[in-house]
């Protein structure tokens, strides 16, 4: 038991000292059957699409990508997957980063889930967003960490590079105004639930 509390301590830690501003969860129209191999392949197409989103082919030549940090989780039954990530927002408008990804992974497969299902909002408080994202370490250890997906390795000064009409229309074509519209909405009501829950 005191290793796994050190690990999450050190994991933790870490997370802290990282550059980010977005928390998120991702969630399947049915965690319970969804299968781990079926997921895996629907998150890997999702960061790759997201990181062309935003950083065009330079996300495959340079490997230019949105620095995250992806944890699966499993739910109270140890039944519902879905996951939890943190990651810095790869341009300046923070909530309409939140709304182009949940638009992207809502359209992005009939598995997926639908946009009032995830929740993608501006970090409140770093603290209670790392405490989050590690609180199944105690169950599935360093496995919850998705280490595959996740991405460290781009600075802000990079991502700042790439903003710009070709990276807006970029966006614009993977999420349209109406699903803006609709992923607006669904974060004013998490924030609102947030606040009320806080």
């Given at each position: ?187 004013r009501d998490q924030q609102s639930r947030y606040t009320h829950s806080s």
């Open positions: 038991m005191a290793d796994w509390r050190r690990e999450r301590q050190e994991l933790m830690d870490y997370l802290l000292e990282q550059d980010w501003d977005v928390f998120g969860t991702l969630k399947f129209v049915d965690g319970r059957r969804i299968g781990r191999d079926t997921a895996h392949k629907l998150l890997r197409s999702f960061w790759n699409r997201v990181d062309r989103v935003f950083f065009g082919h330079a996300a495959e030549r340079q490997g230019v990508r949105v620095p995250r940090w992806c944890f699966a989780h499993e739910g109270s039954d140890s039944e519902n997957f879905h996951i939890h990530f943190v990651l810095k927002s790869p341009i300046a408008d923070t909530e309409h980063v939140c709304c182009v990804f949940n638009a992207i992974w809502a359209q992005h497969h009939p598995q997926t889930a639908p946009l009032a299902k995830n929740w993608i909002l501006p970090v409140i408080s770093r603290a209670s967003a790392v405490n989050y994202v590690t609180r199944e370490y105690w169950r599935m250890g360093s496995a919850t960490r998705l280490d595959d997906i996740s991405w460290a390795k781009t600075s802000s000064a990079d991502m700042a590079a790439y903003e710009g009409e070709k990276q807006a229309l970029r966006i614009n074509k993977a999420a349209s105004s109406a699903w803006i519209t609709a992923a607006t909405a669904a974060l």
